[in-house]
Antibody, heavy 121, light 112 residues
Framework: QLQLQESGPGLVKPSETLSLTCTVSGDSISSSSYYWGWIRQPPGKGLEWIGSIYYDGSTYYNPSLKSRVTISVEKSKNQCSLKQTSVTAADAAVYYC?????????????WGQGTLVTVSS | QSALTQPASVSGSPGQSITISCTGTSSDIGTYNLVSWYQQHPGKAPKLMIYEVYKRPSGVSNRFSGSKSGNTASLTISGLQAEDEAEYYCCSYGGTTTPHVIFGGGTKVTVL
């Protein structure tokens, strides 16, 4: 059974870098059939796609976040990671990782439970 | 890219049918059959209910159906049940100059 688990610091200071990891179990992140994405949700607000990655390292980003975001994959650990620089209060959100069948295909069929990131000094 | 437009709330009585609309543009919903719908209960991760406009993932009740006309996609819930009370989000591929994935603002479904 596929499981995704996000992990990382729950508190980040303004202007610093947010770093999160998604650990995949029950399937290989190197599967040629799937892409692995990050989606966030500010408290009480809607969902926003951050970006997605394929096991070969190909990345696809939300144009509005592209300048601050890097998504990477660590196949040996069956993990993908998100780094977001120069965070502000607007970046406070629950961050989810999810699996989809294509880089811009919005069929996110499995999700992690999400991890809350607070931005505060 | 602006978010897809959804009504803030929709309500219905048990057993009734309701429809949630999701309006985009010719750059996303109007051109591509890549619309999905997610159900989210409070404190939980979203759950895929419909993909590629009308397809249902295994395990999703056939009371949920999707459709599209022009720049607007719709999710219909028939035989409304108490457990259907949740937030619903539409999502679409957006193309043209800069490919992206875009979500709607969400619709709160209340079962009266």
């Amino acid at each position: 059974q596929l499981q995704l688990q996000e992990s990382g610091p729950g508190l980040v200071k303004p202007s610093e870098t947010l770093s999160l990891t998604c650990t995949v179990s029950g399937d290989s992140i190197s599967s040629s059939s799937y892409y692995w994405g990050w989606i966030r949700q500010p408290p009480g607000k809607g969902l926003e796609w951050i970006g997605s990655i394929y096991y070969d390292g190909s990345t696809y980003y939300n144009p509005s976040l592209k300048s601050r975001v890097t998504i990477s994959v660590e196949k040996s650990k069956n993990q993908c990671s998100l780094k977001q620089t120069s965070v502000t209060a607007a970046d406070a959100a629950v961050y989810y990782c999810a699996r989809s069948s294509g880089h811009y295909i919005p069929n996110f069929d499995s999700w992690g439970q999400g991890t809350l990131v607070t931005v505060s000094s | 890219q602006s978010a897809l437009t959804q009504p803030a709330s929709v309500s219905g009585s048990p057993g009734q049918s309701i429809t949630i609309s999701c309006t985009g543009t010719s750059s996303d919903i109007g051109t591509y059959n890549l619309v999905s719908w997610y159900q989210q209960h409070p404190g939980k991760a979203p759950k895929l209910m419909i993909y590629e406009v009308y397809k249902r993932p295994s395990g999703v009740s056939n009371r949920f159906s999707g459709s599209k006309s022009g720049n607007t996609a719709s999710l219909t819930i028939s035989g409304l049940q108490a457990e259907d009370e949740a937030e619903y989000y539409c999502c679409s591929y957006g193309g043209t100059t800069t490919p992206h994935v875009i979500f709607g603002g969400g619709t709160k479904v209340t079962v009266l």
